[in-house]
């Protein structure tokens, strides 16, 4: 394979998809890697703000996500002790008007199979499933990347190496072995309900926050509002690598038990398909981003705590603005400078979305008193401090 404009993305989640297309855009050759056999759902619910959904729409994905995709009408705040309405952010251009392009929540199924059907039909993308990164080295030209599929091993020349490939990312423990993921302390639980299963009052159009002691509970519809996402965030020392284990029903209702937890909560959590739960790791503040031609995105560059439902959306950011400094590339020293810049202009917001997520996590899982005070706050505060985070959804790649 030829080096020119060539560049090669290890990892094709949402990340990596959306780079490939943005890349592709800018009249790039990509290869994208994937470990997996097929491309198949991890995790279930996710929320995409204006600041990433106006990127996929640029994408030309506009009509395939409104599609498959539910645009809430608010973030509600709820009582975890009463189930009562504490505080209210309205969504949309209505609310707030530099809210012109969507506010989505949908099955990350449904965003990958969407990415996925672009990637395919793009004729400047190859995508190579069942290929596990192996290796990466530089070179004259760029670097010279090695995957393999059992004894078939294969090497590219390219310009760029992307590792896109999660907060496990085999790419940065090359590139960076000392940047190593840490554990938060928390345990995400997730799982889906189907809608008509559930009785009227627990069905909402908004993104719904129960905050309770040292857990709280996220809930919101996706797939059309046929199905409602529910995650729960516990307290715990269980941290074993991976996104989709087991869980044990009788554990979840264990930690939302009464008085602590209203009814209606309860019946929510009683009420899902089945469990799965994943220990939530965290790369350090601001991220590692690249070292010599090969850059990092997404998760692996910095993976965040979920409590500002920006996990997907950074991973979006990043493929944007790697792309617009990858305008123009044409050397392997240029490609070496725009993963400078990239690395340059990505960790001061990349911070500060992170700090915001771990603030909102401490604010959540307040105990006695002070989840008392909390709840005090919200009913008289909470839209005004609510407000106060538009500042992620109003980022464009443009500004």
Not at 18 to 43: D, H, I, P, S, Y
Not at 119 to 131: C, D, K, N, W
Not at 374 to 396: F, H, N, P
């Amino acid at each position: 394979m030829g080096v020119e404009r060539t560049i090669v993305i290890a990892g094709a989640g949402i990340g990596g998809l959306t780079a490939a297309l943005t890349l592709a855009g800018k009249g790039f050759r990509v290869v994208l890697l994937e470990k997996a056999e097929r491309l198949e759902e991890v995790g279930a619910g996710l929320q995409i703000s204006p600041n990433a959904s106006h990127i996929l729409a640029k994408l030309g994905l506009r009509s395939a996500l409104d599609a498959v995709a539910v645009a809430p009408e608010a973030l509600s705040m709820l009582s975890a002790r009463t189930g009562d309405t504490l505080a209210r952010l309205k969504f949309g251009a209505e609310a707030q008007p530099r809210d012109d392009y969507p506010y989505w929540v949908m099955h990350r199924a449904d965003l990958q199979a969407a990415l996925a059907a672009q990637v395919r039909a793009h004729p400047a993308i190859e995508l190579q499933l069942g290929r596990r990164f192996d290796e990466v080295s530089s070179c004259d030209d760029g670097v010279i990347v090695v995957d393999r599929s059992g004894f078939d091993r294969r090497q590219h020349n390219a310009l760029a190496l992307i590792g896109a490939d999660g907060i496990w990312s085999a790419v940065r423990q090359q590139l960076f072995p000392q940047a190593q993921p840490r554990f938060s302390g928390l345990i995400a639980w997730r799982s889906t309900i189907d809608a008509v299963r559930l009785p009227a009052e627990l069905i909402s159009a908004d993104v719904r926050v129960w905050l309770g002691e040292n857990a709280h509970i996220v809930a919101y519809p996706i797939s059309g509002g046929r199905r409602v996402n529910i995650v729960a965030i516990v307290a715990g020392s269980w941290n074993r690598p991976g996104w989709s284990a087991p869980g044990d029903p009788s554990e979840i209702m264990t930690q939302f038990a009464e008085p602590l937890w209203s009814a209606s909560a309860r019946q929510l959590i009683g009420s899902a398909d089945g469990w799965r739960r994943w220990a939530l790791f965290t790369m350090a503040d601001g991220g590692v981003w690249s070292q010599g031609s090969v850059g990092l995105l997404g998760d692996a560059a910095h993976g965040m705590l979920p409590f500002a439902a920006q996990g997907a959306g950074m991973a979006i950011e990043d493929a944007a603005v790697l792309a617009s400094c990858f305008d123009g590339v044409a050397d392997a020293q240029a490609a070496v400078q725009a993963l400078q810049r990239y690395g340059e202009l990505r960790p001061p917001r990349v911070r500060r979305v992170q700090l915001t997520a771990r603030h909102n996590g401490q604010i959540y899982h307040l105990r006695g008193p002070l989840a008392l005070a909390r709840d005090t706050i919200m009913r008289l505060l909470g839209q005004r401090l609510m407000a106060r985070q538009r500042w992620i959804y109003d980022w464009r790649s443009e500004d």
